[in-house]
């Protein structure tokens, strides 16, 4: 994106990867496992056709079938970005960069010369201490996303969205998983409701929810892993490490240059300039939240900086937050709890998927639509979606919060009828005490 | 029947917002048009809301104390049996106001606009957070810079004014020694400091002064003011009245310019500047040519009591086709102002004082007093500003005219 646009706006540009183009989120990250969680809603949908009067016969899943398409999927993808790539006239450069003066950057026996340096290296999996990641018997996601083999039993240490994605696919797919999460919740960065919510729902599909665990060590054994903590002994044939993932800032030339960290992520601007003039940094290296969109907004920002534009900084605070599991997660602002900390008078409104003819005819009505708004002004100061398609629904309420829009103009926004977004609608009208189908 | 909208008036030119003080009248009440149904406060004034329509007041959607936009809905004014349904299930949740029950929604019935014209003014183009924060924290959008899209307003602004000097309580006290402090601006003297560049620096001011012998329209004032049961005659009264007659006769003086067009008047309603602790404010007198000295005397004195205690009538602050201007009770020599658009001109008179004049071959004591005009050149030029001053220093030194 950031290669794109400065081309776009006629700077000459080469992009070093020793990867494909298209970074995590393309290759190992959001787009392939999309296309998983996609089979795990199909075959989902196939379980209970007889609900919609459809029988199938004996189901059977191929999950090896299922990576081959995901792998399908991320490479059609790929191919696009070095269409564009061609397109916009990018030399791209395959190898490691190391970064050598602020306008040299080494890849092998290569020297480019250039007057201004985007990193964007990315980040990868975390593990414990102590744990080696094997990509056999202990996965990371990146192991787990091209691995074919489905395990019979999985332990997912980890209750962020990469933990309950696979949990949920693995699920799917008739494996016995166990998430382990360090904190008191299941997704804890998301909305207290959304995550009690989510562990009924994934409790009731068979899946075994340990909370507030700390692990203190794994080893092999037993069917593959054997998984310490203090709620006692876990094990199965893998274990995937979905603790968080780090900044990938080694070998880069970061220290050498002097330039600035901040929490083993690079310090910068709202340009995204680093502490060294003409270098900049972009995406999960530059800090959270890691996620591929707000890279995409700071590559752009970076582009017009060096460009010589003007651009306006990424909005750190509105930033949509999209988990995709079933149902899905999606978010933007501040959660009801961190509102009430914050110390604003707030009114509460919520809309369930039950209430929406749309979802009961899609057979989809799990979750709600909940909307947190400054009772002064009608600020919306979060919003929270478990539930069908809740990740295109988080749109309107980021443009809202953009435009500042506050719910009185919001609810006069006419919202199509049966549409998953009239449940946005509602928990808006709620929220203002006026709501007409709840 | 006709279903009435009580809206919250523009009462000014600039103004956004206006928060309700009090309602005098409440739900149920009969309402007759031309009643007070409210006092309003906006940023220049507290003026009291005239009903527009007859019927109950069937309900307030805005209460005492909070504050709503100019043009949104605030009441409701029908017969009790026509339905208002829509009128309520359509009203806007008003900042910050309970919400409406919601009944099931339905068309509003078609209402008779009793919506009194805007008077125009420039739009602000400001966020609807920032509307919202803005009309909260007393904020006046018109007089910060946006830094949004565009030159939008948006949120950051209005916080940063509203946390900065020119907003916030008097700054801590000056420390002792220093030879300067900064009194924050009040609501008024932002919006004078505001519009005062857009009249001089765009409006051509042009200046004609003349001296008025006084002395007989001091004597018929006198005369006048020891009648028994007469109200009070002031020098400025007189002085609106020999405006008002010679308005009509130079009506070139009395126009506005309008871009296209100079628009002329053919009344006289004359702006009468009145001086208050934070500021200036300018009611206007209406339809001044068709009114005697008394008349003029009264209602003048009766607008500058209430322009100082904040009491004027949204119709009494603005339309103005002429202002005056009297600073001759600070032993004023001789002064110019500023036009106030789109007026075309503004007098700005002295004070009376005794001179020696030059009567024959002798010198006399004779009372003077020095009238100054500024002109908007776009509208008319030195010898019609003259003209008009010639007339009006006649009038006075002929003062009995004044009378008829």
Known sequence: MAAIRCAQLGLSVAAVEDDRPGGVCLNWGCIPTKALLRNAEVLHLV??????????????????????RSRGVADRMAKGVEFLFRKNKITLVPGRGMLKTPTTVLVGAHTIEARAVILATGSEPKSLPGVAIDEQVVISSNGAVRQERRPASLIVIGAGAVGVEFADVYRAYGAEVTILGALRLLVPIEDEEVSAQLARTFGGRGITIKTGVKVSAITRGGSGAVVETDAGRFEAEQVLMAVGRGAKVKDVGLEALGIAMERGFVRVSPRMETSVKGVYAIGDMAGAPLLAHKAMAEGVVAAEAIAGRDPRPVDYGNVPSCTYCRPQIASIG???????????????????????????????????????????TGEILGVHILGPEATEIIHEFAVGRTLEATLEEMIHTIHAHPTLSEAAFEAMLAALGQAIHI | MAVSKVVMPKLSEAMETGKIIKWLKKEGDRIQGGDILAEVETDKADVEMEAFGAGVLRKIFVPAGETAPVGSLIGVIAEPNEDIAGLLAGAPAAVAAPAAPGPESRRPEPVASVVPAATGGGRVKASPLAKKIAAQSGVDLRVIQGSGPGGRIVRRDVEAAAAGPVWSAPAAATAPGSEYEDVPLSQMRAIIAKRMPLSKAPVPHFYVASDVAMDRASDLREALNALEGQPKISVNDLVVRACALALLAHPGVNASFQGEAIRVFHVAHIGIAVALEEGLITPVLRDCHAKSLTQIAVEARDLAERARARKLRASELSGATFSISNLGMFDVAAFSAIINPPEGAILAVGSVRKVPVVDGDAVTVGRRMALTISCDHRVMDGAMGARFLQDVKRLLEAPLRLLV
């Open chain 1, 47 to 68: 379980e209970r056709a007889a609900d919609f009067g459809i029988s199938v016969g004996e189901v059977r899943a191929d999950y090896a079938a299922a990576v081959k």
């Open chain 1, 334 to 376: 501040v959660s009801e709890a961190k509102a009430r900390e914050n110390g604003r008078e707030i009114t509460v409104g919520k809309s369930p998927f039950t209430a929406s003819g749309k979802a009961v005819a899609l057979g989809e009505t799990e979750g709600f639509v909940k909307v947190v708004a400054d009772t002064a």
